[in-house]
């Protein structure tokens, strides 16, 4: 385990919990609960669920050249953002190759936040600030709390005017619960869903008010390790266990491309000058695996990252992350598969942790047009 040098303001909350608060990224962080992971699950699919996702790394950019810092280091248009507008974004290396995701808020003219995930883009972003005109804090003061299910809106309706106008990556400067936060309508599960950020100091109010008031709306505290279930149906790649330089190639370094990762869609249309984006666009078409869903048969056992998939005695790829959905009866997972591999309806053996037939499927299994998390009022 790291150490532990980023402080959760929620930490009694989450050990009366059961959690022993597993190191991620700093901080301690409640990965399990002591009411089973399943109950999470369903809550936030049919109810909502409240999570601790401080330990997401949150930075503030601001100066004259945040802008193109920024622009220089993701694929997208940032100068298109406007206050109150996000944007998923990845960053690449020299080599056009996946070292980071994260969300930009656009917080002001010249003022960003980007929530970092695992990579490696913070300190990409911290190299880049010499010779520029950019003030760069880390702010580990800064909590957020994710509160994500189809009820979430109803519950916060009764609290911040005006949240059924707030558009998904939109976000808004208000008050909760009389404190000041900022809210946006980001999350990490496929549903409708809500980030809160709040100060350190106010995170105790807050969390336990939502579980309080939030009661009748169906919203319990849910562990971190919730995220795996309800990303795996979803479709949203987590650092670095689906997308990272771990994998090794046999001829040639780790690394993956986006168009392997199936997260080209982050290059704005017309994008050409961003950190890779030459090796990007010379990648394209030179896939080497791609990202792709997995239907397993017969068990209800989920698969493990590590376990392998086979066609006609070869191997032709590899589970990342699985689960097995209480509420639907499928057993899913995400997997890197050759490329003629990942084609819908192709016949495959998962062998390892478990043993059973299932079939190469497109993600995300669960919204495919992802209505729920885009629905507007």
């Known amino acids: 385990m790291a150490t532990q040098w980023r402080f959760s303001a929620l930490e009694s909350r989450h050990r009366a919990l059961g959690s022993n608060l597993e190191d991620w990224l700093g901080m301690g962080t409640a ?35 945040a802008e193109h810092l920024l622009n220089w280091a993701t694929t997208r248009n940032i100068d298109k953002l406007y206050p109150g507008k996000s944007v998923y974004v990845t960053f690449l290396n020299d080599e056009g190759k996946f070292v980071d995701d994260g969300i930009v808020y656009r917080t002001g003219p010249n003022a960003f936040m980007v929530v970092h995930g695992g990579g490696t ?6 190299r880049g600030i010499e010779g520029k005109q950019v003030a760069v804090l880390f702010d580990d003061d800064l909590h957020d709390l994710s509160l994500q299910g189809p009820t979430a809106v109803d519950f916060l309706a009764e609290h911040v005017p005006g949240i059924r106008n707030l558009n ?49 709306f169906g919203i319990i505290p ?80 989920p698969a493990a990252g590590g376990d392998t998939l086979w066609r006609d005695g070869q ?8 689960v097995f959905s209480p509420l639907t009866q499928r ?25 059973a037939a299932a079939t190469a499927e497109t993600m995300p299994f669960d919204d495919p047009e992802k209505k729920k998390r885009t629905v507007k009022g």
């Open 31 to 65: 990965w399990t609960y002591d009411v089973d992971t399943s109950e999470h699950y369903k809550a936030i699919r049919t109810k909502a669920g409240l999570m601790d996702v401080s330990g997401l790394k949150k930075v503030h950019y601001v100066g004259p050249h």
């Open 121 to 126: 883009g913070y300190e990409m972003l911290t």
């Open 168 to 216: 998904y990556f939109h976000h808004m400067q208000t008050q909760l619960f009389g404190r000041p936060v900022m809210i946006s309508r980001t999350g990490y599960t496929g549903e409708r869903g809500y980030e809160i950020f709040c100060k350190a100091a106010d995170a105790p109010l807050i969390w336990d008010t939502i579980l309080e008031n939030g009661a009748a």
């Open 222 to 301: 849910c562990s971190f390790a919730t995220l795996d279930w309800l990303r795996v149906e979803s479709q949203l790649l987590f650092f670095p266990f689906d997308n990272s330089e771990m994998y090794p190639f046999a001829d040639e370094k780790a690394g993956d491309t986006l168009w392997e990762l199936g997260l080209d869609f982050t290059v704005s249309p017309g994008k050409k000058q961003f950190r890779g984006a030459e090796e990007h666009y010379r990648l394209q078409g030179k896939e080497r695996f791609k990202i792709f869903g997995v239907e397993i048969q017969g068990t209800q056992q």
């Open 315 to 322: 191997q032709v790829g590899m589970i990342t992350a699985g």
């Open 331 to 355: 057993n899913l997972a995400i997997a890197r598969m050759n490329v003629d591999a990942a084609v819908a309806g192709t016949p495959l053996q998962v062998k390892g942790s478990i043993e």
